[in-house]
């Protein structure tokens, strides 16, 4: 799913138009972005939690060469499910479908 149809669905399932579904998934990512920027935590229950890992410095080889390269410390964004979303696509598949 892109954003496209994720605001044509958002918009389906609220009632808005489109313009304002896609405005309101604008602010939502805006917000939580900006969050994550200032290093807070995001937690969304049921859905899943946002946050960010600091990854530290290492040294790693260039698997073509084998020469040593230095990569330096950064943060990156992260997401882990809560227990509902991983609940609801964990459902076991169909027999039928299963069998194919």
Avoid: C, Y
Wanted: hydrophobic fraction near 40%; glycine fraction near 6%.
């Amino acid at each position: 799913m892109n954003k496209t149809e994720l605001v044509a669905a958002l918009a389906e399932k609220t009632k808005l138009t489109k313009k304002e579904a896609e405005s309101a998934l604008s602010a939502f990512v805006e917000t939580i972005s900006g969050a994550l920027v200032k290093g807070e935590k995001v937690s969304l229950i049921g859905f899943g939690t946002f946050d960010v890992k600091k990854r530290p410095a290492r040294t790693a080889r260039n698997p073509r060469t084998g020469e040593e390269i230095k990569i330096e410390a950064s943060t990156a964004p992260s997401f882990k499910p809560g227990l509902a979303l991983k609940a609801k696509v964990n459902i076991p598949e169909k027999k039928s479908k299963a069998k194919k």
